[in-house]
């Protein structure tokens, strides 16, 4: 086939793409609901065979070894944070030490901001966006009442230009003599933008302002360089592009050149483990990112990590994202092509083109989106939507297939032929 006579929109071409993906074979180690194409994994990704294997695994040292779990569990319960964190180092681009599996998204920004949020003088204002998840801007108004400060008056929420996306240009203006934290999401969760992390972080570096990264949007579906960038703090879930199941764990990620600061919520488990069964009522950190967990580590929503971390060891995050990319542009090119994004369909595509920035997945937006976000699930395709107009649809490069996209473009069209959009009750399911 030459590249002139490809015609994107056949069956046929999404068959052959399948063909010749080097990660296909991926999709066997995961259970995809019978009849089903499954594009939600941006909101909580399927359950692998490695995954439940680790998680039976322990279980069964539960069973065995009880509480003997603690230090005969392999890897051992005790420093399971640690060893977890040294795991996922990679797919952040970090040293081993400064990366810690524990907490859950909304607690560890807690945490972080607690430490890094050091409100003096004029220095008052967190830079956030108006884009942002809204568990974080709850957790900042809070942090900042804590600090006797006004959210009103401290929270920058820096505006989007056109609704949908962010321009570093605004970010960084925004960033001035009163900015006491950067605190922003790497890939914004409805859009799908990716921020320029590099390019923000030396910003605020310049402005001597410390940042941090929310990256629940593109953990193990994106490369990162914390290290290099020189991000201060991250934190992000395991339960989306992860696969470590409904509630998992949490994970964050601190810049070694802090590990001598106090965590802003200390708790006995980010104690130097040597002596933490001291009981001392002094506080000796960890020395590492480790400090900053504060509770027992929950086992049985982190066991499958485990699994689920094997994984991405083989498939490799760099492979990852090139079929993520290779499949939002393909999904972006077909809808075009379809005549999707013309009328009477009148799909919008709310993602950026450029390839730099964009995350994991595809924003598409429509008048009646949550009512063809309804249409698609009857149809046996999962998405989610997102208000207002944005049914997101996520292809994940472990288990998603060329032809689960090609499907899902003609169901996009069937929905409008048959003028199901116009079925059925308006408005969004309780949980959309
Ligand atoms: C970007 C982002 N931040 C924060 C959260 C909140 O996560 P959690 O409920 O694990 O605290 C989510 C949840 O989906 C999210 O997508």
Redesign the pocket.
Known sequence: MTAQSVDITAESHAHALDAADPLAAFRDRFYVPPGTIYLDGN?LGLLSRDAEAATLVTLDDWKRLAIDGWLQAEPDWFTIGERLGALMAPLVGATADEVAVTG????NLHNLVATFYQPQGRRRQIVASSLD?P??VYALQSQIRLRGGDPDADLVLVPSRDGRTLDEDDLIAAMTDETALVLL?SVL?RSGQLLDIQRLTAAAHERGIPIGF?C??SIGAIPHRFDDWGVDFAFW?TYKYLNAGPGSV?ALYVNRRHFDTAPGLAGWWGYLKERQFDMLHTWEGAGHAGAWQISTPPLLSTAPLLGSLRLFAEAGIERIRVKSLAQTDYLIALLEASGLTAEPYSYRIGTPRDPVRRGGHIAVEHDAAPRIAKALKRRGVVPDFRPPDIVRLAPIALYTSYHDLWQTARHLREIIDAGEYLQGPEGRELVA
């Open positions: 909101s859950t998204t909304t607690v998840f568990s974080d999401p969760y929310d629940a949007h879930c949490g």
